[in-house]
């Protein structure tokens, strides 16, 4: 939430932070801005509402020589969308930036007498003025006073009038990464904008002042001692980040599906048997636990649903999914013997990092399932289960949601195995049909074409409706979410026998219902629950597995998965219904990759 870079070195930084601006735009993308120091040694500012484009646009005509500055992308929380709000803002000598929310504002404003001082309406700004207030020079002791005074989330990138070639940063939650190579030294708010400069970089430590200079970057604690950060290495390259010849992010990261799988499972297997040694979890957090609470947000959060739904007949102890931004508030029932399995794809969702910290407090272990390495849940957790995604750029998640969904089957397994419910010959062939599951999610996008006719259903509808039972209804809650998501239209899914409990109401001539049938236990019921909606006129787009029984006249349209074990349809199926979503975003001519009022990372409460 918020995208943020910051540069000094030899190159052209107008550039260098325009670029990166447009690598961190799926951060926020309200309004952005630039600062730069010219050789002249003035300040220059540039800020626009709208994405980074406009922007860009604005400064075409900028001839501006700069090799010091830094740029902001906002998803605004505090003030309207406007050029006024758009970072970066000045206060007297201080220019700076954020990301997070400064929650004793009011306060600062009236213990510092800033009421008529106030240009812009963010909370961003009291920071800065509070921040001049204190500089007379010493930026670290400005730096100091500071923080001391504000409570909230932050990630700042301040420049001083009178310091024409450093940037000084400083982080409390709100993600920051910097790293230095011989054409300078960065700041950004994660390694997608530095990795075209560099893959070696760290994570800023929290509450310490990280210095950025032409020739090196330095750290130090709140007491001015030097601090040495701890390296990480960047796995995937430039190209990884970028559309490679698809039309949006979105598309292509659907297709790196069978290779983000791969990655993710392969690498866990010893002799046909998930194997956690190399992630360094032991087997005791999995067979000493009495309940499994699974906690997360948004589409890791449905994972979570699948996994309970899997995983819990099969251990047979309790497992619960928690929306992170509930269970921190609502006294969770997690002990010591509770194993909490955070899941996250950024690794910096603030309610879901709130949750893990709870948890923690009360004595559970915590694994955390996580795309990003390094990032701060990955390293709060006790152990941490890295999916092996690669870059998500695309707001609406799709691949990581296929690793989350891959690492909670692995842990299932594992769990299975090692508390007596799975023999190694169950374990091996619930391993290998996972496997199986990555050719079959294949074949759905070597025949998506005929998808785009259902999608050109959906395009018309104002809301529509997914029905499933069991494990259909986990995996329809996420098509019903990257629906509404990215085409903006009102979608629901419901438990398909809940339906006649009030929903059916709103089924009216042509209405859509996608209907997930891929369950043989429960097949004929929700069968039944699609005629009702059928008899109702609903335009009912049917997914079973290849062989079903199907009358024709329950369906206006059918696919089918090419996998014949209930627990494993959900692969292909996710891939069905992101493609849905896709093909009727882009029909619709909307921003498929950044939808409105959405941002990846959400990084404020
Ligand atoms: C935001 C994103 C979703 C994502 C959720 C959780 O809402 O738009 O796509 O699922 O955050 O993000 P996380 O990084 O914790 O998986």
């Not at 508030?329 to 910290?357: F, H, W």
């Not at 296929?402 to 842990?411: D, G, N, P, T």
């Not at 921003?591 to 009022?597: A, G, L, M, S």
Request: overall charge negative; aromatic content about 8%.
């Amino acid at each position: 939430m918020c995208g943020i870079i910051g540069y000094t070195g030899h190159l052209d930084a107008l550039h260098v932070l325009l670029n990166g601006l447009e690598q961190l735009e799926y951060r926020g993308y309200d309004s952005a801005g630039i600062a730069l120091f010219s050789s002249g040694n003035d300040r220059f500012i540039m800020k626009k509402a709208g994405p980074v484009a406009t922007l860009k646009d604005a400064c075409a005509d900028v001839d501006i020589i700069s090799h010091c500055g830094i740029g902001h992308t906002r998803w605004a929380t505090h003030g309207g969308v406007n050029d006024t709000n758009a970072h970066p803002h000045i206060a007297g000598k201080v220019t700076l930036i954020h990301n997070g929310i400064i929650e004793n504002y009011h306060n600062l404003i009236e213990r510092f007498g800033l009421r008529d001082s106030l240009v812009s309406e963010t909370d961003t700004e009291v920071a800065a003025r509070v921040l001049d207030y204190y500089y007379k020079g010493d930026p670290y002791e400005a730096i100091r006073r500071t923080t001391r005074e504000i409570t909230g989330s932050y990630a700042f990138c301040i420049m001083f009038e009178d310091i024409h070639d450093q940037i000084f940063c400083v982080r409390n939650v709100s993600p920051m990464v910097a790293a230095h190579m011989k054409d300078g030294s960065f700041v950004a708010s994660d390694v997608t904008a530095i990795i075209p400069y560099t893959n070696r970089y760290f994570v800023i430590p929290e509450y310490q002042i990280v210095t950025l200079r032409q020739d090196g970057i330095s750290v130090q604690d709140l007491n001015g001692n030097p601090v040495e950060p701890e390296m990480l290495e960047v796995s995937w390259n430039v190209e990884a980040a970028k559309k490679n010849g698809y039309p949006h992010y979105m598309l292509k990261e659907i297709h790196e599906q069978p290779d983000a799988l791969r990655n993710t499972i392969t690498p866990r297997l010893n002799d046909g048997l998930p194997d956690f040694s190399e992630d360094g979890i032991p087997d005791r957090i999995l067979s000493s636990c009495d309940k499994i609470a699974i906690v997360a947000c948004g589409t890791a959060m449905y994972a979570g649903m699948v996994g309970k739904a899997l995983i819990e007949p099969i251990i047979k102890i309790p497992v619960s999914v928690n929306i992170a931004s509930e269970f921190r508030y609502e006294n969770p029932l997690v002990d010591e013997k509770t194993l909490v399995i955070v899941i996250s794809q950024s690794g910096e969702t603030i309610d879901t990092l709130a949750a893990l910290r709870l948890s923690r407090k009360c004595g559970a272990r915590v694994l955390s399932i996580v795309n990003v390495k390094g990032s701060t849940i990955a390293r709060e957790s006790n152990y941490v289960f890295y999916t092996h995604a690669g870059p998500e750029i695309a707001v609406a998640s799709t691949k990581a949601y296929m690793v989350q969904l891959a690492s909670l089957y692995l842990i299932g397994c594992r769990t299975a195995m090692v508390r007596g419910k799975f023999s190694e010959s169950d374990a091996r062939t619930f391993i290998s049909r996972l496997m199986d599951s990555i050719p079959a999610v294949q074949s759905v996008l070597a025949d998506k074409d005929r998808l785009k006719a259902a999608a050109s259903v959906l395009a018309k509808a104002q809301d529509a409706f997914f029905v499933g039972r069991g494990l259909d209804y986990a995996f329809s809650l996420e098509g019903s979410l990257k629906l509404k998501e990215i085409s903006y239209i009102h979608a629901e899914a419901y438990a398909a026998g809940e339906l006649k409990h009030g929903t059916i109401a709103l089924i009216e001539e042509n209405t859509p219902v996608i209907a997930v049938a891929t369950q043989d236990k429960i097949y004929g019921k929700t069968v039944s629950n699609i005629k009702e909606v059928k008899a109702r006129g609903a335009f009912v787009i049917l997914i079973t597995k290849e062989n079903a029984e199907v009358s024709e006249d329950i369906s206006d349209m059918h696919f089918t998965v090419p996998v014949p074990y209930d627990q494993f349809t959900v692969f292909p199926v996710a891939v069905i219904l992101q493609l849905l979503a896709y093909y009727t975003s882009d029909m619709k001519g909307l921003n498929v990759d950044k939808p409105r009022n959405l941002a990846k990372s959400v990084t404020v409460e």
